[in-house]
């Protein structure tokens, strides 16, 4: 079944698979969840394997798009990779925990 970025309650975009589709409502289902949007569903993305993968940089997508990069930022901070790149732009997601990415020399180095 096709997948889409749909629009989701909580979540934003997610990747869904639409099962009813027309001009004004849309219906999709995605993780066991069912929902429904008012949205056009000739408007709808869809989504691209890489696009589901939690790239470093946003720009190697073969697609760009908004639902692209939050499931892409989502992913990699799941896996406590809190720094996603669009070009020379960088996305930092605070974790709220402590991180240990940073060696005790490149701390000492910039903590003077």
Not at 82 to 97: D, E
Request: hydrophobic share 40%.
């Amino acid at each position: 079944p096709e997948q889409v970025w749909a629009p989701h309650p909580t979540r934003v975009w997610v990747p869904a698979e639409v099962t009813t589709r027309d001009s004004s409502k849309c219906a999709f289902k995605a993780d066991e969840e069912e929902w429904e949007s008012e949205v056009d569903g000739a408007t709808l993305e869809p989504v691209t394997e890489d696009q589901l993968k939690g790239v470093d940089n946003i720009c190697t997508l073969e697609r760009v798009n908004a639902g692209a990069l939050l499931h892409s930022v989502r992913l990699r901070f799941g896996e406590s990779s809190i720094y996603t790149n669009v070009a020379r732009i960088l996305i930092a997601v605070n974790p709220f925990c402590a991180v240990d990415i940073y060696g005790k020399a490149l701390v000492a180095k910039y903590a003077a």
